[in-house]
């Protein structure tokens, strides 16, 4: 199993631009999630699916959408990037929790810098 | 007030030496716990989930106490190779599926 992959793993936008960030598992995850990382603020959720076709907001959602419309697949798309969203992007997948097999695998990550 | 609160360190240490980290917990709701180890530049890694009666992986030890809302991990006889960064998570009981973290505790192992 490739477990989860992420692309990019590096971009550079323009303010304004827009991009997706592709994320992709092949271990059957209900759960999905999509955090941001900066220093000094540990991992922020951005938003989360808990299965194909439902999708909710973490702690961080302004600025990104999602979508689920496959069970291994939950691309992030920045609408219009801002330098504010410079930041180290990591995509994670889980069982569903309540299974007893909810701990988060990661992927490698996006290092996006907005300029 | 976030949901989990950790001590971000430093923590340095020598080689051998015993460490402990400490977390503690909002929501006397959330289910599961887990130690997460972080490189750096790369993604986090679970390191071991924390159950009730306490577990232990080799030299770490990770023990869970629900009545001050609080998980420790214990590394002992540290390595060189055990520098990194430590997350703590808990798994929310008020939204399902949603892992917490904390910020993370950087340790130093130095020879």
């Known amino acids: 199993n490739a477990g989860v992959t992420q692309t990019p793993k590096f971009q550079v936008l323009k303010t304004g631009q827009s991009m997706t960030l592709q994320c992709a598992q092949d271990?059957?995850?209900?759960?999905m999630s999509w955090y941001r990382q900066d220093p000094g603020m540990g991992l922020r959720l951005i938003h989360y699916?808990?299965?194909?076709?439902?999708?909710d907001q973490g702690e961080v959602p302004n600025g990104y959408n999602v979508s689920r419309s496959t069970t291994e697949d939950f691309p992030l798309r920045l609408l219009s990037a801002a330098p504010s969203q410079t930041s180290v992007y990591f995509c994670a997948s889980s069982y569903r929790p309540g299974t007893g097999l909810a701990s988060q695998y990661f992927g490698p990550g996006t290092r996006l810098l907005v300029l | 007030r976030k949901e989990v609160e950790q001590d971000p360190g430093p923590f340095n240490v020598p080689e051998g030496a015993t460490v402990a980290f400490n977390c503690t917990y909002s929501?006397?709701?959330?289910?599961?716990f887990f130690w997460y180890r972080q490189d750096c530049r790369k993604e986090p890694k679970l390191l071991m989930s924390?159950?009730?009666s306490g577990n232990e992986d080799g030299r770490f030890t990770a023990q869970l106490n629900r009545a001050s809302q609080y998980i420790s991990l214990l590394i002992r006889d540290s390595k060189l190779s055990d520098s990194a960064t430590y997350l703590c998570a808990s798994l929310g009981g008020s939204t399902l599926g949603r892992l917490y973290f904390g910020r993370g505790t950087q340790l130093t192992v130095w020879p």
């Open positions: 924390v159950y009730s």
């Open positions: 929501n006397s709701a959330s289910q599961s």
């Open positions: 271990m059957n995850h209900e759960y």
């Open positions: 699916s808990v299965g194909a076709g439902i999708t």
